[in-house]
């Protein structure tokens, strides 16, 4: 992205919208494009509903992290406005609380001007697009899931396609993505990938391989840690010296942990939880998996890759971890939900170090497209063609 010491001609505003900064991958993603733009010199106003803490920190952030008060400051930085309204000005019904919300968001574009808006997520860019109607602002939205997921009834998908049609543009992760949309919206659409963490651009670990597998990711039904744990306690008796760790929590560890002891592997399985030390934990295994039913593109597996980890992932919709992974050239593919393959994968990379290594190493050129500063560079181009 162009260097924070260079003036532009133009200081250019965007109003980047979003629920919250809650951690997950459209969240970060989010959170990183603020602080490149504010950097790049754009004047960058986060727009959130709500203050859900733990939050992801931004350095350039003017707010308090611990309660999402804005802090008193003449430093230059990324200010933060709260979209939710006063509880008085949302006493009614439902009807007259979604009125009340519209308005109130639509204050704030008329109060903060931006030239541009950028929103994330389903219901966050229907309204960006519908009170932001004839204020002359355009509007990028962002798709950052799997969109028959997001948008998956009636209800929420007629609105959008409807609405995505005043966008100026819309910006969506896979190939995969666009195909579900109709052609006059593919046709105003762009394909932008998510930039790896600063944090997994490192040196490649050289040393000898721990036999570990690894997965990170929030537990629940979607992230399918089940698939893994029941394919692992089909390996134990060929490799009982594997060990299995979980990064992340959700409504599934216990469920988990039990499923795991049921399948006599409690012994071999480990639950970390929350951690903020994910390279200096993962790098040295010896096999990461994305065992997922769906995914945008998956930020857990591109960081694996960047680390240069042999990595197995589901082919799951819309498509993320196909277009990262070459099956059988930087890693390896399996249907979702279909223990028996995962098994297969498992025990062919648990049984041959020399694979996971050349594997691993073909798996790090994933940096060459999603290197944080190519990346970045890219959306502001696009933002800037936006404002053209």
């Not at 355009?138 to 396609?161: C, G, H, M, N």
């Not at 799951?316 to 196909?322: I, K, L, N, Q, S």
């Not at 497209?369 to 560079?377: H, L, S």
């Amino acid at each position: 992205m162009h260097s924070a010491n260079k003036t532009p001609e133009k200081k250019h505003k965007i109003a980047l919208y979003i629920g919250s900064l809650q951690k997950g991958g459209a969240e970060r993603v989010m959170g990183n494009l603020a602080e490149a733009l504010f950097r790049a010199g754009w004047e960058v106003v986060l727009v959130t509903t709500y203050f859900t803490p733990p939050e992801y920190a931004l350095p350039d952030a003017l707010w308090d992290p611990k309660t999402g008060a804005p802090e008193v400051s003449d430093r230059p930085g990324i200010r933060r406005i709260y979209a939710e309204p006063p509880k008085d000005l949302v006493s009614g019904g439902r009807v007259a609380n979604f009125r009340a919300r519209c308005a109130y968001l639509r204050d704030i574009w008329v109060r903060e001007k931006p030239d541009v808006i950028l929103s994330f997520l389903n219901s966050c860019n229907n309204m960006a697009l519908f009170t932001s109607r004839g204020l002359g602002i355009p509007v990028v939205v962002s798709v950052r899931a799997v969109p028959a997921l997001e948008y998956d009834s009636a209800k929420t998908r007629i609105p959008a396609f409807l609405l995505f049609g005043q966008a100026a543009g819309v910006v969506l992760q896979t190939k995969q993505a666009r195909d579900f949309f109709p052609k006059r919206i593919q046709k105003k659409s762009v394909i932008l990938p998510n930039p790896i963490n600063p944090a997994f651009l490192r040196p490649r670990y050289e040393g000898p391989r721990e036999k570990m597998i690894v997965c990170v990711g929030r537990m629940d039904a979607n992230k399918d840690q089940e698939l893994l744990l029941r394919a692992f306690a089909g390996c134990k008796e060929k490799y009982p010296d594997f060990t299995l760790h979980f990064y992340g929590t959700g409504e599934d560890e216990e469920r988990l942990r039990g499923l795991a002891g049921d399948l006599g592997i409690g012994g071999q399985t480990v639950f970390h939880g929350t951690v903020s030390d994910i390279p200096d934990r993962i790098e040295r295994a010896q096999i990461f998996v994305l065992p997922s039913r769906t995914e945008g593109m998956p930020n857990a597996l591109m960081e694996a890759m960047s680390l240069g980890l042999a990595c197995i992932s589901t082919d799951c919709p819309c498509g993320g971890p196909r277009e990262l992974i070459r099956d059988g050239e930087n890693g390896f593919l399996v249907p979702v939900d279909d223990v028996p393959a995962m098994t297969k994968k498992l025990l062919l990379l648990m049984g041959d170090p020399v694979l996971c290594e050349k594997l691993g190493e073909s798996a790090r050129k994933v940096r060459d497209r999603c290197a944080p500063e190519q990346v970045n560079r890219a959306w502001e181009d696009y933002l800037l063609s936006v404002l053209r």
